[in-house]
């Protein structure tokens, strides 16, 4: 084999391993700082060995398909982000509808994501608002930050005026008949999103 080949393959086997190492999925400014240069990413990729699963995020052609796509890119693309409302629902199982898109509560101020794939919704959160409630859900090796479902209520509550009403009425119906109903929760976090009235009515004849 040639030098230069030889030189090729063991660059693709360091990268590799690094991909294999993180999980087999990497955003570009992770990769370089993992010692990966761009000509051998981007020789990867052409060589098929990596594939985009979207803007400046590649995983390893190999690996498993992933469980979770949406959840996991938006994850991996916009880490300060947290998997809120619908999507949360959805994935606590407590409603009956299908996110055409990703809804991702971002701290107010923040830098509005650029992702070709998947569509996402953001929705602005301040304080405790957007800080408490967060569960950690590692999906296809990489962590996912979600709402826990007695946030999401009240989120649902808080944004009733956009994902409407009847949403999250349902939702609250199926926490109850799917889920422990931990009461404290939803009272807790209800104060927190300053919904406690709108949903103490909701809450009482969950009881």
């Not at 992770?30 to 240069?37: F, S, T, V």
């Not at 709402?147 to 005026?161: Q, W």
């Not at 009847?166 to 929760?185: F, G, H, M, P, W």
């Amino acid at each position: 084999m040639p030098k230069n080949e030889t030189s090729r393959s063991g660059r693709f086997d360091e990268a590799i391993a690094v991909f294999k190492r993180e999980g087999g999925m990497l955003r570009t400014g992770q990769a370089l700082r993992k010692g990966i240069h761009p000509s051998t990413l981007y020789a990867l990729r052409d060589s098929g060995i990596v594939e985009p699963v979207s803007r400046g995020v590649y995983r390893l052609a190999e690996a498993p398909a992933l469980g979770d796509p949406d959840l996991v890119v938006v994850a991996t693309r916009v880490p300060q982000g947290i998997i809120c409302l619908i999507s949360a629902l959805a994935f606590h199982g407590i409603t009956t509808q299908i996110p055409h898109e990703v809804h991702l509560a971002l701290p107010r101020g923040a830098e509005e994501p650029r992702l070709d794939h998947p569509p996402i919704a953001t929705y602005r959160f301040t304080g405790e608002a957007f800080s408490e409630g967060v569960e950690n859900h590692v999906l296809d090796n990489v962590n996912v930050r979600i709402y826990c479902p007695e946030k999401t209520l009240a989120d649902c509550f808080k944004f009733r005026n956009k994902i409407g009403m009847d949403t999250a009425i349902e939702a609250i119906r199926l926490y109850r008949e799917r889920r422990e109903v931990k009461v404290n929760d939803l009272v807790r976090y209800g104060a927190i999103c300053r919904v406690a009235k709108v949903m103490r009515p909701y809450i009482e004849a969950i009881l």
